[in-house]
């Protein structure tokens, strides 16, 4: 129904040309006919419901729309000063989208987040690409806030259904989580057995199949949450395009109801074919966007007065935020890569574990802070450190904070390294803190003769420290994960702790890994010791609390791609919190 159809049709392909040669080389951008078509619909349906605007205000603001969330923030200023150009003197008015965000800033308070502009934008764009798309992508690394866009928008839209607020597609829904890689495809689209023939339906089968016979009204989101490969998704491409039917070998054909909708919880799109790419709409999240900072403002408001406070945050610029910048700058690596939030995450875990009544009373000074803090810090960002190619890092972070922080309250003494002390908890209130060294507190060894030879365990410095901060994170029922070469005694510091615990409190279960777990196995040995307590609830015998010690968590054989099924369904247990309630 456009008039002027001619002239911006070829704006419409000098933009998407100048695209492809100008932008970056991102898996994830799609220029193609399937692009160009869903923009061209919701053109369509934008000039039928805005008709006191004029057509190339109506394709502007669809373009932009459709393409400004999936990119990266280069190409983001590059794509506007594109469309700035061709569209000359076109400044489509801003979007009203009424009381939807304040409902969202309201939603992020209310769940304990902060809300920041790269939140509230994300939402926003997520609910856009919904309302053109059945099928979207969601893209960027851990810490990115992919989950809270998707859990604020989904809490969202059912609290203004609920008060029947009109001006927008605001529905009840319903989410399925499922982690495609947590399976082989035969368990995910069903298979026949060998000898009789006989058809065993897969998990997705089952799962949109229940969803698609359900008559409500409600919106339903079934999300994928796991890398994509062409190991699965190709069997989902004609669900993803228009077509909207899983096809399963059996003919079987299962179609999307109206009120489905398809949302890919990934990381990247390396390893999925241009057909893949196309097929879906997608909101890019850059983790660099959000950064650490809200986590930490988060934090520090569930620790104590505006006193405490704020001399934790200060800590945090003081101390963190340069290390961090020097730690990209020289490229330190971590023995398992570590993302800045991961890192962050583990300094909060640990001052939690320190900042007791005990140890820090309320209306302590900063310089108590500052000392527990510098402890903290050394263990969180550089307890991963190892050593690679000729390169200490344990060396260079130890020379780096020394000389850094040099003129701080406490320093640690000079001999040894910063890792060999601890704060000493001993120190009376209002002395200032001191610095014991680990040896002082190794206990002593009383030799057993009736004791095998592979169950004697001689205390060391090594294994001190590492069970001081593994109690300390098991008290706090936070994971523990300790990475290392054969021999490093890894087993042997977490079987010390584990049997010294009260049996009365806690139990645990071993799982050996080998090179030929997968998740099933994984599955069966996760619920082997939970009995059922009340309906679809588990959990371990009696009152008591489970821990799971996963021994050699590596072993697993990779996939084509480089995924161990066994890890993944681990993460999505952990995640969702579905093994049982006191794991």
Known sequence: GYVQNALLAKKFNVLYKLCEEQLSKQPHYDFGL?????????????????????????????????????????????????????????????????????????????????????????????????????????????????????????????????????????????????????????????????????????????????????????????????????????????????????????????????????????????????????????????????????????????????????????????????????MAKEKWV?????KDIAIIEVICRILEGLLTPETCPPGSEKEVYEAYFQFAAVWGIGGGFGADKGADFRKMFDSYWRSEFAKSAMRFPDDGSIYDYFIDPSTKKGEPKRCSHWKEIIPAYTHDRAEPFAGIVVPTMDSTRILYLSKMMLNLRKPVMLVGPSGSAKTVVLNTLLRGLDEDIWMYVPIAYNSFTISYDTQAMLEAPLEKKTGTIFGPPGTKKLIYFIDDMNMPAPDKYGTQSAIAILRQRSEERRVGKEC
Request: include cysteine; glycine fraction near 6%.
């Open 334 to 338: 971590h023995l398992t890569p570590i």
């Open 34 to 326: 399937r692009n160009i078509s869903g923009v061209m619909r919701a053109a369509g349906s934008l000039k039928l419901q805005e008709q006191d605007l004029t057509e190339d205000v109506v394709l502007f603001r669809t373009l932009r729309d459709m393409n400004m969330p999936k990119y990266i923030k280069t190409d983001a200023a590059l794509f506007m000063a594109l469309m700035t150009d061709i569209f000359q003197g076109v400044e489509p008015p801003a979007i009203d989208y009424g009381s939807f965000g304040q409902y969202i800033e309201e939603d992020l308070k209310e769940h304990g987040y902060q809300v920041t502009a790269h939140a509230m934008k994300k939402t926003i764009e997520l609910y856009e690409a919904k309302n053109t798309r059945h099928c979207v992508m969601l893209v960027g690394n851990t810490g990115s806030g992919k989950s809270v866009a998707m859990n604020t928008l989904a809490r969202v839209k059912t609290k203004m259904a609920k008060k029947n607020i009109s001006g927008g597609n605001y529905n009840k829904f319903t989410k399925f989580v499922l982690n495609p890689k947590a399976f082989s495809d035969p368990e995910l689209y069903g298979f026949a057995d060998v000898e009789t023939r006989e058809w065993t339906d897969g998990v997705l089968a089952v799962v949109m199949r229940n969803i698609c016979s359900d008559e409500k009204t409600d919106e339903k989101w079934l999300v994928l949450d796991g890398p994509v490969d062409t190991l699965w998704i190709e069997s989902m491409n004609t669900v993803m395009d228009d077509n909207k039917i899983l096809t399963l070998t059996t003919n079987e054909r299962i179609p999307l109801s109206n009120s489905m909708r398809l949302l890919l919880e990934i990381s990247h799109l390396r390893n999925a074919s241009p057909a893949t790419a196309s097929r879906a709409g997608c909101v890019f999240l850059n983790e660099t966007d959000i950064g650490w900072r809200p986590y930490v403002l988060t934090w520090v408001e569930t620790m104590g007065d505006q006193k405490a406070q704020t001399i934790l945050e200060q800590l945090f610029e003081q101390y963190v935020a340069p290390t961090l910048t020097m």
